[in-house]
């Protein structure tokens, strides 16, 4: 019977990713670890599945097994997820290092590439009410700023997270989620026009 190769660790990305991860990848094995690069080799036995990820959207979905590291490669959202990841900074070869030997020292079996890989899904469609009202909201941004305020928006598969702010802090913050949740922070300025604002995303929602 043939053994299956084994790694300490198993590293996947995207091909916007790659030289990020190859400045990685070698300096893992020049610390010694031993690297398998993609998931072509699903027979192969790892101790880490080490995703490169760039949105907290994929950092949630690759959070699913001990034996997965998700590396976040993008700016950190603000609230931070909750879900354990370590960063492509300075010390992500450091980290990975400790944790293979940490996992070494407490004896635990390797396992194969094919178990802690994500099965392959279509992404899920944004649907087209939200997207809309995303495209609204990130035309009307600049406007903002003849008023001193700034605004960002985020999109996500069934979500628009919008934030106002003045000088770094938050004005406003909108968060639609699904079919029928609105969700509204409110620490300062005026809010003559929310009763506006609300019926324009009831009317575009149902």
């Known amino acids: 019977m043939i053994e299956s190769a084994t790694y300490d660790i198993a590293v996947s990305f995207a091909e916007e990713q790659r030289a990020v991860a190859g400045e990685v990848v070698e300096a893992c094995r020049q610390r010694g670890l031993t690297v398998l690069e993609g998931n072509d080799q699903p027979d192969a036995k790892v101790r880490f599945l080490v995703p490169f990820v760039s949105t907290v959207d994929e950092l949630v979905a690759q959070h699913r097994d001990e ?9 950190i959202p603000d ?3 909750q879900v354990a990841y370590l960063r492509a900074d300075e010390g992500l070869v450091d980290a ?10 407490a004896g635990r079996d ?7 890989v994500a099965p392959t899904a279509p992404p899920q469609a944004e649907t087209t009410d939200l997207r809309a009202l995303a495209e609204q909201f990130a035309a009307a941004s600049p406007e903002l ?8 928006v985020h999109l996500g598969d069934t979500t628009v997270a919008v934030r106002v702010e003045r000088s770094g802090d938050t004005v406003y913050a909108l968060q639609v989620e699904g079919d ?8 300062g300025g005026t809010t003559d026009l929310f009763p506006t604002l609300c019926q324009r ?3 575009m929602l149902r």
Do not use: C, M, Q, Y
């Open 67 to 75: 034996h997965v590291l998700p590396v976040l490669t993008g700016e």
């Open 201 to 203: 995303i009831e009317d």
């Open 110 to 116: 390797r396992v194969s590439v094919a178990d802690v």
């Open 180 to 187: 029928d949740t609105v969700n509204f922070v409110v620490l």
């Open 145 to 152: 700023t003849k008023r001193g305020l700034s605004g960002s």
């Open 96 to 105: 990975l290092v400790s944790r293979v030997e940490a996992a070494e020292t």
């Open 79 to 81: 609230p931070a997820p």
